[in-house]
Nanobody, 123 residues
Framework: QVQPVESGGGLVQPGGSLRLSCAAS????????MGWFRQAPGKEREFVAA????????RYTDSVKGRFTISRDNAKNTLYLQMNRLKPEDTAIYYC????????????????WGQGTQVTVSS
């Protein structure tokens, strides 16, 4: 199994950038599809981006396409989310999730979750 731990959140002005990281313990990171989800106050958790085990296939929710990039380094057991041109509506807790199967955009299909990292976009 893997245990994801997110980092890199913080306060940023609109138009700014942040890079989130997700370090996953365990020696089988490359056997897991990985995803990023987010949850804003008063809203349900929503899909942001996902990446296949080998990093070739990537999926994004429409609202972040062209602004966010998901990537992974299997040698370092780490998942990333580069977020550019941030908007106030991107404010949320961002969660990293792992699935020991193929890529999916559905939250309940992921097996392991991190505790989340807060991203706040405000001037």
């Amino acid at each position: 199994q893997v245990q994801p731990v997110e980092s890199g959140g913080g306060l940023v002005q609109p138009g700014g950038s942040l890079r989130l990281s997700c370090a996953a313990s365990g020696r089988t990171f490359s056997s897991y599809a990985m995803g990023w989800f987010r949850q804003a106050p008063g809203k349900e958790r929503e899909f942001v981006a996902a990446i296949s085990m080998n990093g070739i296939i990537r999926r994004y929710t429409d609202s972040v396409k062209g602004r966010f990039t998901i990537s992974r380094d299997n040698a370092k057991n780490t998942l990333y989310l580069q977020m550019n041109r941030l908007k106030p509506e991107d404010t949320a807790i961002y969660y990293c999730a792992a699935r020991r199967a193929g890529l999916t955009t559905v939250a309940y299909e992921y097996d392991y979750w991190g505790q989340g990292t807060q991203v706040t976009v405000s001037s």
